[in-house]
């Protein structure tokens, strides 16, 4: 039965459905959007639905659709038989999925939450099983999913104080819409509570997906970085945010004075930023060079900003120290899984919110080291880089900390293979076809058969 707050909002999603292709436009316009494949958004399809058994994960961005990716493949692998829809809301993460997908499944854009648009998604894939994944919880598109019959699950779910306390505004609404899911999984026991006292009654910590999904290499990127650097001393900036990349360029500034000939690798969060960010870092006097417009690393460029998709993997592999950003900003902080697997030391400010179970096991470990603006962030840089023995303990006490993350997959793929249909086998062709009730076994038996 559905609530006050959910109706009027349904009601409010459905008059706004007119807005939904001038919103699409206007940031089309501004380079937010796939002009070509704006319509998906709508709702309508640009691939026809595959026969036989579908699972659609549901992700928002990037962090959430590469930490489901293990897991896919070892759906995949437990049932060849399904194929496997992805959907997620951003360009980043489309252009990412385009090359990391399994064989066996397909990406569209996720429809808004506007209009018709999650109803004809839903007609159109009609999924046999329906996978949220973190904390991406759209009414009008869980309520079309549920309306449909298809079993659902939420899994990797994270749900922060701030996010419990707002939802909580809305208590009858926010239960209504849990109680469409079957399986309720959690990153942690603490996230998981919540959840519960949100509506999700059987809701279960069973740990991050994140932990066990590393970014892939580019082993000639990284070849090419090694040859270009010569021995230089590198440490890295990862997802850094706006108000960030000062501090960064404080931090090598203090570094450097120690660590003669260090290179920071700055990745932005946001790669479209980057001639923004070079240009401010240019004013600062200091020598830079940007991916975005194919330089190279040279021999005087104290920052590298790289400004380009899917590169992460690479540059965690040459950095022995990470920044983790998002955290000097009030962000709430970004995955430190992908460090950790990868054999970084990990540095981060004071705002970790979205990931605070995970930072503070790190933190009771020394498996991390906070600091709190770039002064003391390029004091952390230089005090790793210069005692290697240190920086591979706190890399040993983070891996303790977080583990591979082997037990997520497991323990997630064990709740959501139940919920699909049961596995329909192909008939042998040796088996005998059906015998009238009256039939005479001799009379059918080949001659010379064995009887």
Same mark, same amino acid.
């Given at each position: 039965?559905?609530?006050p707050a ?7 999603a ?12 206007? !940031?089309a316009a501004?380079?937010k959007e796939?002009?070509a494949?704006? !319509? ?7 691939l026809?639905r595959p026969?036989?058994?579908l ?15 293990g897991?896919?493949e070892e759906m ?5 038989d ?6 997620t809301?951003t ?8 090359t990391?997908l399994?064989a066996?499944c397909?990406?569209?854009?996720a ?11 839903v ?8 996978v ?6 759209w009414p009008?598109?869980?309520e ?15 749900m ?8 909580a505004?809305a208590?009858?609404?926010?239960a209504?819409?849990?109680r469409?899911f079957?399986?309720v ?11 519960r ?5 059987g809701a279960?910590?069973?740990g991050?997906?994140?932990a066990?999904a590393?970014?892939?290499?580019r082993?000639?990127l ?8 010569r021995?230089?001393?590198?440490w890295?900036a ?11 360029a404080?931090?090598q ?7 003669? %000939?260090?290179?920071?690798?700055l990745?932005?969060r946001?790669?479209?930023r980057?001639e923004a960010?070079?240009?401010?870092l240019?004013?600062?006097s200091l020598?830079v060079?940007?991916? %975005?417009r ?6 005087? &460029?104290?920052i590298h900003?790289?400004?380009t998709?899917?590169?992460m993997g690479a540059?965690?592999r040459l950095?022995?120290v990470a920044?983790? %950003?998002g955290?000097?900003?009030?962000r709430? %902080?970004?995955?430190p899984h992908e460090?950790?697997a990868l054999?970084?030391a990990?540095?981060h400010?004071?705002h970790?919110g979205?990931f !605070?179970a995970?930072y503070?096991a790190?933190?009771?470990?020394g ?5 709190a ?9 230089? &005090? ?8 591979e303990?706190m ?5 303790a900390a ?6 997520a997959?497991?323990a997630t793929l064990e ?5 699909l249909p049961?596995?329909v ?12 009730p009256d039939?005479?076994p &001799? ?9």
């Amino acid at each position: 039965m559905s609530t006050p707050a959910l109706t009027l909002y349904l009601a409010l999603a459905r008059l706004g459905g007119p807005l939904a292709p001038r919103l699409l436009a206007r !940031r089309a316009a501004k380079g937010k959007e796939e002009p070509a494949r704006m !319509r998906e958004k709508l709702g309508e399809a640009a691939l026809a639905r595959p026969a036989g058994p579908l699972a659609w994960f549901h992700a928002a961005s990037v962090g959430e659709s590469l930490s489901v990716l293990g897991l896919i493949e070892e759906m995949r692998a437990a049932r060849p038989d399904v194929s496997v829809l992805v959907t997620t809301g951003t360009l980043t993460s489309a252009k990412l999925m385009a090359t990391r997908l399994p064989a066996g499944c397909r990406h569209q854009f996720a429809p808004l939450d506007l209009g018709r648009a999650p109803r004809r998604f839903v007609e159109h894939w009609r999924p046999d099983l329906c996978v949220w994944v973190e904390s991406e919880i759209w009414p009008a598109l869980v309520e079309a999913a549920g309306r449909s019959g298809a079993p659902m699950a939420l899994v990797n779910a994270r749900m922060s104080e701030a996010s419990a306390r707002g939802w909580a505004r809305a208590p009858g609404m926010i239960a209504h819409l849990l109680r469409r899911f079957s399986a309720v999984l959690a990153q942690d026991a603490d996230g998981a509570a919540r959840l519960r006292r949100l509506g999700a009654e059987g809701a279960r910590a069973s740990g991050s997906l994140k932990a066990g999904a590393a970014p892939p290499d580019r082993p000639n990127l990284r070849k090419a970085a090694l040859a270009a650097l010569r021995g230089r001393p590198v440490w890295l900036a990862a997802s850094t945010h706006e108000g960030e990349e000062m501090e960064v360029a404080e931090a090598q500034r203090v570094a450097a004075a120690r660590v003669p %000939g260090l290179v920071c690798l700055l990745v932005p969060r946001h790669p479209e930023r980057g001639e923004a960010i070079a240009r401010e870092l240019w004013s600062r006097s200091l020598r830079v060079a940007r991916r %975005g417009r194919g330089q190279a690393i040279g021999p005087q &460029d104290e920052i590298h900003v790289a400004d380009t998709l899917g590169e992460m993997g690479a540059w965690l592999r040459l950095a022995p120290v990470a920044f983790i %950003g998002g955290s000097l900003v009030d962000r709430g %902080g970004h995955n430190p899984h992908e460090p950790t697997a990868l054999g970084a030391a990990i540095l981060h400010g004071p705002h970790v919110g979205n990931f !605070r179970a995970d930072y503070a096991a790190l933190a009771a470990a020394g498996g991390a080291r906070q600091v709190a603006d770039g002064v003391a962030l390029g004091e952390a840089v230089a &005090d790793l880089l210069s005692d290697p023995a240190a920086r591979e303990r706190m890399v040993d006490a983070a891996r303790a900390a977080l583990g591979d993350g082997r037990g997520a997959t497991e323990a997630t793929l064990e709740a959501l293979l139940p919920l699909l249909p049961q596995r329909v086998e192909a008939p042998s062709p040796w088996a005998l076809a059906p015998r009238p009730p009256d039939a005479d076994p &001799d009379a059918e038996a080949a001659p010379g058969a064995a009887r």
